[in-house]
């Protein structure tokens, strides 16, 4: 080899180590912390069936494999659905603070998640016009699987229970009713987010 393209070559192979490696290190950084944003669709198709409006979100910040959200809803439920004869026109309002963990990186793949709720009750009878009205504390536990189908934009299907650690009697017209301690839901999300 001569002396000349032995010279080229350590400078060519200097040169591009610092482009190579550059190139590296912003993706390892930046594929850490994310920002995004979630729509739960259960609770507007609910709501349209009962000729309500309703919705849920959540927007989150995730690190490495966790995820923290601060979710946000509205649902009006169907008559008869989730409640028990002698009431009707229910609504309910949450908000809730939940950490996810996912198994794999990237925010991809199964997580399972877990935190607390407020939820705001509210429930009519066909007796009259009266409403009652009554809180929760929720302690909530689920988990999912995020399958992105168009770069960071994903469907996340997932299913969650929930512990009423407050669920005072409810009572209207003479009729009453206390809420089972535990639900389950289940739903499909779509969601997106980007990289910081």
Known sequence: MR???????????????????????P???????????????????LSAIAGEFGGAANVWVGFDRLRFRAVGGHLAFPSG??????????????????????????????????????????????????????????YTLGGGF????????YLNPWLAGHLLLSRPEVALYGTTWKPAPLSF????KIGGFVWL
């Open 27 to 45: 993706s390892a950084q930046t594929e850490h912390l994310a920002v995004g944003l979630e729509i739960d669709l259960l609770p507007t198709v």
């Open 81 to 138: 659905f989730l409640m028990p004869a002698g009431f009707n026109s229910r609504e309910l309002t949450t908000a809730a603070a939940i950490v996810d963990y996912f198994f794999f990186p990237k925010f991809s793949g199964p997580w399972i998640g877990t935190g607390f709720e407020y939820w705001w009750n509210t429930v009519g009878s066909p007796a009259g016009s009266d409403k009652a009205t009554w809180n929760s504390a929720v």
């Open 146 to 153: 995020v399958w992105k189908f168009w770069g960071n934009v």
């Open 3 to 25: 002396k000349c393209d032995a010279a080229l070559l350590i400078i060519f192979t200097a040169l591009a180590h610092p482009v190579l490696a550059a190139e590296d290190v």
């Open 185 to 188: 839901e289940v739903s499909l």
